[in-house]
């Protein structure tokens, strides 16, 4: 199988609202899937229908084969996932952060002590592994938070704009751990408003626009079709240069 | 001066605009004072106090003059609707059926009462339920009035023969001494405070969570929703037992509260109860999303489950339609089962419907909450 991700007619309704319009992808293995769209565009819904969390209301999708319905518990063995709100307790400290993760993903008590200690290192948290995560600064809840996505040996690592908030030291760090993550031949789906980040690390870009991908293809693919330099420039022609006001899918049902 | 005043006036409109625009809340805040001023209202009526409180009646002796007695104590005791009398064979029959709280107060007409009364005086003895003060107190004032009657009666030689002679009443509880009325509230008093704040506890539990982001990170291991439920639920119930446990040993040392029961059973009975309040807050709550709503949701549940519930008050006090309101929550059973332990030394059989109500309880709000959860998780 060359495709560690591939969604057929995706959709979910939330009310009359269309979040995911009928959305039809595939990411190849080991490879850095950059997915860009403008605020509301459903990029985060249809991330949380891959990892499980929420139920598409049409369509299908497999994660290295395994259907994201049928197959969820198996899914989500495979699946890492890095999200703009850190998935990290802040009175518990990374070790016990980590191990509680660990648990859930069913990993040995002894492999788990390895790993943790592992992942601490290599995030270079090793210092301060004892320390609570609240005393932290967002870079190393950062790290500590890929960490805890990276515990279970995932073969698919999903981050949802995980340079947001981060200082240029943090950010940088975290660039070359995800072009590290690829080298380690784990396939990544990174979203981000960042256009340089996508440009730099990305290999295949999907543009979404209100709930539908409005362009795919490779990075230099796509640049030499809209006669762009950057990523950003072919962003901008296909979703507009206009200010946005998009309303969450809540509010606009209350009418507000 | 004019300044300040008007920051204020702008974070109290801030305040109250963010408020207005959460519907859970609003909701909530209209609901909480209407709820508890109508349960006042009718807890207190104003035409009356607790009628048909139902008491139990044992005859051990066959002679005339007992039964003419008996006789005309049913009759004066239904008269009016005071007591419900209920007949009991033999005094421990009646006794479980006090533990049981199926009545509130034995009356035992003794062996030999009959000839006692020929020679002059006579004791019947009554024995009260001593759970609630103002009960207790009610049914010993409303038994002593009858027995006065009898003796008028007897004095003047109604229906009895003209040799009778007067009877006194000996009233005893089922636990020795003369217990302070603190220790009959303080097992309400303590299962209220266990299972409220494990009901609060729940309500940060799983909101707080969901707004933090951190329920998204479990929900993506290949975790069971029955197990992120339960695993709540549970630790919620631990979190209640110990805060019981500081509670009793703070009432034992503080306010000289003693315990006459098993503590096992005490604490398998506030176990269930909040257990059966949590199945009961996860369903409550699944339908919003932000912990101040969550709370004021809870808050809605708590207050007027405290006061129906008879820790304060005997449930016999409210109206029937309040009282069997009261029945259908958790909280009752909780409070009386384990103040029916702690204070009157229950044994499992005395409490064992309120056991088995609180598991079925806890049952059937899980079946409900597990898949409510998972809907409302992912859809």
């Keep these: ?256 | 001066m004019k300044r300040p005043i008007y920051h204020l006036y702008i974070i109290m409109r801030k305040d109250l605009t963010e408020f207005y625009r959460v519907r859970a809340r609003l909701v909530s805040m209209i609901l909480l004072p209407i709820l508890l001023m109508l349960l006042f209202g009718y807890m207190f009526p104003s035409n009356g106090t607790i009628t048909h409180i139902p008491i139990a009646v044992v005859n051990q002796d066959q002679s005339t003059a007992t039964l003419s007695m008996i006789n005309s104590f049913i009759y004066m005791a239904q008269y009016g609707g005071s007591f419900n009398v209920i007949t009991y064979s033999s005094v421990s029959q009646a006794e479980q059926a006090l533990l049981q709280g199926k009545v509130y107060a034995v009356v035992i007409f003794r062996q030999g009462l009959g000839q006692e009364l020929s020679t002059g005086k006579a004791t019947v003895q009554v024995i009260v339920d001593q759970m609630n003060p103002t009960l207790d107190q009610i049914v010993t004032a409303g038994i002593q009035q009858i027995f006065s009657q009898l003796n008028v009666q007897l004095n003047m030689n109604q229906g009895f023969p003209s040799s009778l002679g007067t009877i006194s009443v000996n009233f005893q509880g089922l636990i020795p001494g003369a217990p302070s009325s603190f220790e009959f509230l303080a097992p309400g008093f303590i299962a209220m405070s266990v299972v409220m704040g494990g009901l609060a506890g729940l309500a940060m539990a799983f909101s707080r969570e969901r707004e933090l982001g951190t329920m998204d990170g479990i929900l993506m291991t290949p975790v069971s929703r029955f197990s992120i439920v339960m695993g709540k639920a549970m630790a919620q119930a631990v979190r209640g037992i110990i805060s019981g446990i500081i509670i009793v040993i703070l009432s034992i040392l503080l306010f000289g509260v003693k315990i006459y029961g098993n503590v096992f059973l005490m604490a398998l009975i506030l176990f269930l109860g909040i257990l059966a309040f949590t199945g009961l807050g996860i369903i409550a709550t699944s339908f919003v999303s932000d912990q101040e709503s969550a709370q004021m949701i809870m808050l809605m549940l708590e207050m007027p489950m405290i006061f129906i519930s008879g820790i304060f008050y005997p449930v016999l006090q409210l109206p029937w339609w309040l009282r069997n309101i009261a029945y259908m929550f958790p909280l009752v059973y909780t409070v009386t089962g384990f103040r029916s332990v702690m204070v009157m030394n229950a044994p499992f059989y005395a409490v064992w419907n309120d056991v088995v109500v609180l598991l079925i309880y806890s049952v059937v709000t899980f079946a409900i909450a597990i898949p409510l959860f998972q809907r409302m998780v992912t859809k």
């Design chain 1, 1 to 256: 199988m060359s495709y560690a991700v591939e969604a057929e007619n995706l959709t979910k309704y939330f009310g009359n609202l269309i979040a995911v319009d009928g959305v039809t992808f595939k990411v190849r293995k080991g490879e850095i899937f950059g997915l860009v769209g403008p605020n509301g565009a459903g990029k985060s819904t249809l991330i949380r229908m891959i990892c499980t969390v929420l139920r598409p209301s049409a369509g299908r999708a497999y994660v290295e084969g395994y259907d994201i319905m049928k197959q969820s518990q198996e899914v989500r063995k495979l699946i890492g996932v890095v999200q703009e709100k850190l998935i990290l307790y802040a009175p518990l400290t990374p070790v016990e952060n980590l191990e509680f993760f660990g648990k859930l993903y069913g990993i040995e008590p002894k492999v788990l002590k390895e790993r943790v200690k592992e992942l601490l290192e290599e995030v270079k948290l090793i210092a301060v592994k004892d320390k609570p995560v609240g005393t932290f600064s967002t870079g190393m809840r950062q790290r500590v938070n890929i960490a805890r996505a990276l515990l279970h040996d995932p073969k698919l690592v999903i981050l949802d704009e995980p340079t947001n908030g981060l200082d240029p030291q943090s950010v940088r760090w975290v660039r070359d751990y995800i072009l590290n993550m690829k080298n380690k031949g784990l396939t990544v789906i990174l979203t981000s408003h960042d256009m340089y980040e996508i440009d730099e690390l990305s290999d295949t870009v999907a543009i979404m626009d209100k709930g539908k991908i409005l362009e795919i293809g490779k990075k230099e693919d796509l640049k030499a079709k809209y006669k762009a330099n950057k990523i950003e420039d072919v962003f901008l022609e296909l979703t507009g240069r206009g200010l946005r006001d998009e309303i969450s899918g809540r509010l606009r049902r209350r009418g507000w």
